[in-house]
């Protein structure tokens, strides 16, 4: 990394000089990080489609108890 700055007594983190932001420099840390942020992105997802589903089959029980209701009306 171009201008950085070691800061004492740590070799996890580094300084930028322009931003002055402290940065990490553990990859493993990093690469867990990444992980745990897909694992939460795929239970939205799956939360989403479920609660999509839940909707659905609440639209089709609708449509079964007006067509029941429209045959008691033919008999």
């Known amino acids: 990394?171009?201008?950085t700055i070691s800061i004492e007594n740590r070799?996890?983190?580094i300084r930028d000089e322009n931003s002055k932001a402290i940065l990490?420099?553990?990859v493993s840390e990093k690469n867990a990080w990444l992980?745990?942020?897909?694992r939460n992105n795929k239970i939205f997802q799956n939360?989403?489609?479920i609660?999509?589903?839940r909707s659905e089959v609440a639209e089709i029980k609708n449509m079964l108890i007006e067509i029941k209701n429209s045959l008691?009306?033919?008999e």
Not at 35 to 38: C, R
């Open 47 to 49: 939360e989403n489609e």
């Open 35 to 38: 992980k745990k942020k897909e």
């Open 1 to 3: 990394m171009s201008n």
């Open 11 to 13: 070799k996890d983190i």
């Open 51 to 53: 609660n999509k589903i």
């Open 24 to 26: 990490k420099t553990d």
């Open 72 to 74: 008691r009306v033919i």
